[in-house]
């Protein structure tokens, strides 16, 4: 911070002073009776006004800076008001909204945890003294006592329906409006009148139990019924937004019974308008160290034509996440799965070695950091998916981001650079494999559609033949500090592929891997292939 920075830092603390002062004045510690700093920033009362002193405290200072860059007579002042002013109305919103919920909690007996959302995607405990916060969101876990939904279904049960309305009334802007009493303070209008630029996203989750591409369609629905109760409450539409995150995004370890039941909620995710929004979407991550290793599990071809849905996302990624979620190309439902020219799967010869053989570890580096908290701790690193190969993993599939208004699919992050619609190829013992339609989002590294894989086996250069083989696999992407890992599961004369692709140059790959089974035997070669063309 330079010198003229830190004269304005302090200007701006001093106008906090008089600001907080003039509104409500330091909090009081209960103990002691005397102004307490804890009390003021970090209480532990959920009902606190926390976010609000803090949002005072980073609007001042960011409001004093941008009008001092003005340049104009006591700008900086001016602006460490304005500043102190709209930092204060969004953290006094995040208070109510924390306090209200609590009370619902407590009211319903419902496992509820509120985290707030930093402007890098990331949660953190409530309550905290992070000034970069854009949002809320609150996590309800499904309790085999007290059920969100009928089982299998997304029809909502009595009590859950009781009481999803009354949270859904805490993000209403005309309900809200209704409670106010005629002397209400400007301050308390003004926070109500946030509510109109709210985006609401509602987020199914379940464990990794079962089917993905089932857990997905099924936390769709759910959120979208969800969705529903809040639409009836007086939320427009065009703020409303649901997903079907399924198994893609766990906040606790699926190796445990307690973590798998942590997965299974739904979630209210709140940010002040649509640029947080968005930001929220691009920058959303998986912790992919909860995913379970499938051990002793051959990978199984999930390959569904016609399918509106796709395997994870990870900022690593995602995982689902995502990151925003993958997007599926229409072209997929021309795509012919798992067959060749005569309708039946041949056999290859890849060549290789067994399966069980050590070769150096996929180099992609350290995963991105994660967007969820630790509400259990994690197993070991070397027990995840990523420390193993594509065997010991599976398509985890994640419904997109849609929009209640219309049930469209948001479209959320550019492609990373060298990673749309491209094709690679590379001969092994003879046999080109090639990939076509490789495409990966850059915001979180997620897959943007299903490839096409072919196979042409005994090929000769320069030979105009159809493929022996053809096939759009499901794939997982994780995006390293050093690379990308894009791992496509096959599930017929192959069962799967890692693919390396270096950050530093997406032209080629680097330590990759093909699995496939001969005569019984597990065996995997080595495949390296390069890109023809975007």
Same mark, same amino acid.
């Given at each position: 911070m330079t010198k003229k920075t830190r004269g304005i830092a302090k200007r701006s603390l001093l106008v906090f002073v008089c600001c907080a002062t003039a509104i409500t004045g330091c909090a009081v510690d209960p103990k002691t009776g005397q102004p307490s700093f804890k009390e003021t920033f970090a209480s532990d009362d959920p009902c606190s006004d926390n976010n609000r002193n803090i949002g005072i405290v980073a609007g001042t200072i960011l409001g004093a800076v941008l009008g001092h860059q003005l340049d104009k007579k006591g700008g900086a002042l001016i602006g460490a008001g304005m500043g102190a002013l709209a930092g204060g109305l969004v953290g006094r919103d995040m208070d109510r909204k924390r306090c209200e919920l609590s009370k619902l909690a407590k009211k319903y007996s419902l496992d509820m945890t509120i985290a707030e959302v930093k402007t890098d995607g990331s949660l953190s405990n409530a309550s905290t003294k992070n000034p970069d916060v854009t949002g809320l969101s609150v996590s309800i876990r499904d309790q085999d006592s007290a059920a969100q939904f009928e089982v299998g279904s997304d029809q909502l049960t009595p009590n859950a329906q009781v009481y999803f309305s009354e949270i859904a009334n805490e993000y209403s802007y005309p309900k809200q409006l209704a409670l106010l009493p005629r002397n209400a303070s400007p301050e308390a209008r003004q926070t109500v009148e946030l509510l109109k630029n709210k985006r609401l996203l509602i987020v199914g989750h379940t464990d990794d139990s079962g089917s993905s591409q089932f857990n997905a369609d099924l936390s769709e629905r759910r959120a979208r019924a969800l969705a529903a109760i809040f639409e009836k409450a007086g939320i427009s539409p065009r703020n409303l937004f649901f997903q079907g995150a399924g198994e893609t995004l766990p906040i606790a370890d699926n190796r445990t019974s307690e973590g798998r039941a942590a997965n299974r909620r739904v979630e209210i995710i709140d940010l002040t308008d649509e640029k947080a929004f968005r930001q929220y979407l691009a920058t959303r991550t998986a912790r992919t160290d909860y995913y379970r290793v499938e051990r002793g599990k051959s990978p199984k071809s999930t390959n569904i034509a016609n399918s509106n849905e796709h395997a994870i996302p990870m900022k690593v990624e995602s995982g689902v996440t995502a990151k925003s979620r993958p997007q599926r190309a229409a072209a997929e439902s021309e795509a012919l799965v798992g067959t060749n020219k005569a309708g039946t799967s041949p056999r290859f010869d890849f060549g290789g070695m067994p399966s069980g053989t050590k070769v150096s570890m996929l180099d992609i580096g !350290?995963?991105?950091?994660? #967007?969820?908290? +630790?509400?259990? !701790?994690?197993?070991? #690193?070397?027990?995840?998916?990523?420390?193993?190969?594509?065997?010991?993993?599976?398509?985890?599939?994640?419904?997109?981001?849609?929009?209640? /208004?219309?049930? /469209?699919?948001?479209?959320?992050?550019?492609?990373?650079?060298?990673?749309?619609?491209? !094709?690679?190829?590379?001969? *092994?013992?003879?046999?080109?494999?090639?990939?076509?339609?490789? #495409?990966? &989002?850059?915001?979180?590294?997620?897959?943007?559609?299903?490839?096409?894989?072919?196979?042409?086996?005994?090929?000769?250069?320069?030979?105009?033949?159809?493929?022996?083989?053809? *096939?759009?696999?499901?794939? +997982?992407?994780? /995006?390293?500090?050093?690379?990308?890992?894009?791992?496509?599961?096959?599930?017929?004369?192959? +069962?799967?592929?890692?693919?390396?692709?270096?950050?530093?140059?997406?032209?080629? !790959?680097?330590?990759?891997? &093909?699995?496939?089974? #001969?005569?019984?035997?597990?065996?995997?070669?080595?495949?390296?292939?390069?890109?023809?063309?975007?």
């Amino acid at each position: 911070m330079t010198k003229k920075t830190r004269g304005i830092a302090k200007r701006s603390l001093l106008v906090f002073v008089c600001c907080a002062t003039a509104i409500t004045g330091c909090a009081v510690d209960p103990k002691t009776g005397q102004p307490s700093f804890k009390e003021t920033f970090a209480s532990d009362d959920p009902c606190s006004d926390n976010n609000r002193n803090i949002g005072i405290v980073a609007g001042t200072i960011l409001g004093a800076v941008l009008g001092h860059q003005l340049d104009k007579k006591g700008g900086a002042l001016i602006g460490a008001g304005m500043g102190a002013l709209a930092g204060g109305l969004v953290g006094r919103d995040m208070d109510r909204k924390r306090c209200e919920l609590s009370k619902l909690a407590k009211k319903y007996s419902l496992d509820m945890t509120i985290a707030e959302v930093k402007t890098d995607g990331s949660l953190s405990n409530a309550s905290t003294k992070n000034p970069d916060v854009t949002g809320l969101s609150v996590s309800i876990r499904d309790q085999d006592s007290a059920a969100q939904f009928e089982v299998g279904s997304d029809q909502l049960t009595p009590n859950a329906q009781v009481y999803f309305s009354e949270i859904a009334n805490e993000y209403s802007y005309p309900k809200q409006l209704a409670l106010l009493p005629r002397n209400a303070s400007p301050e308390a209008r003004q926070t109500v009148e946030l509510l109109k630029n709210k985006r609401l996203l509602i987020v199914g989750h379940t464990d990794d139990s079962g089917s993905s591409q089932f857990n997905a369609d099924l936390s769709e629905r759910r959120a979208r019924a969800l969705a529903a109760i809040f639409e009836k409450a007086g939320i427009s539409p065009r703020n409303l937004f649901f997903q079907g995150a399924g198994e893609t995004l766990p906040i606790a370890d699926n190796r445990t019974s307690e973590g798998r039941a942590a997965n299974r909620r739904v979630e209210i995710i709140d940010l002040t308008d649509e640029k947080a929004f968005r930001q929220y979407l691009a920058t959303r991550t998986a912790r992919t160290d909860y995913y379970r290793v499938e051990r002793g599990k051959s990978p199984k071809s999930t390959n569904i034509a016609n399918s509106n849905e796709h395997a994870i996302p990870m900022k690593v990624e995602s995982g689902v996440t995502a990151k925003s979620r993958p997007q599926r190309a229409a072209a997929e439902s021309e795509a012919l799965v798992g067959t060749n020219k005569a309708g039946t799967s041949p056999r290859f010869d890849f060549g290789g070695m067994p399966s069980g053989t050590k070769v150096s570890m996929l180099d992609i580096g !350290s995963l991105a950091p994660s #967007a969820g908290f +630790n509400l259990i !701790s994690s197993a070991q #690193a070397d027990d995840s998916p990523l420390a193993h190969s594509c065997e010991y993993d599976k398509p985890r599939i994640a419904n997109g981001v849609k929009s209640f /208004k219309d049930n /469209k699919e948001i479209v959320t992050a550019d492609y990373m650079p060298g990673l749309y619609g491209t !094709s690679w190829t590379d001969s *092994v013992n003879g046999n080109l494999v090639a990939l076509t339609r490789v #495409a990966v &989002l850059r915001d979180g590294g997620a897959p943007a559609g299903r490839p096409r894989l072919l196979i042409y086996k005994g090929y000769k250069p320069g030979s105009n033949v159809k493929p022996d083989y053809s *096939v759009s696999p499901e794939v +997982n992407a994780y /995006k390293g500090q050093k690379a990308l890992l894009y791992r496509v599961f096959v599930g017929g004369p192959i +069962n799967c592929l890692d693919i390396v692709i270096p950050n530093a140059d997406p032209s080629i !790959s680097k330590g990759s891997w &093909l699995y496939y089974d #001969a005569n019984g035997r597990p065996l995997k070669a080595s495949f390296n292939p390069k890109k023809i063309k975007s």
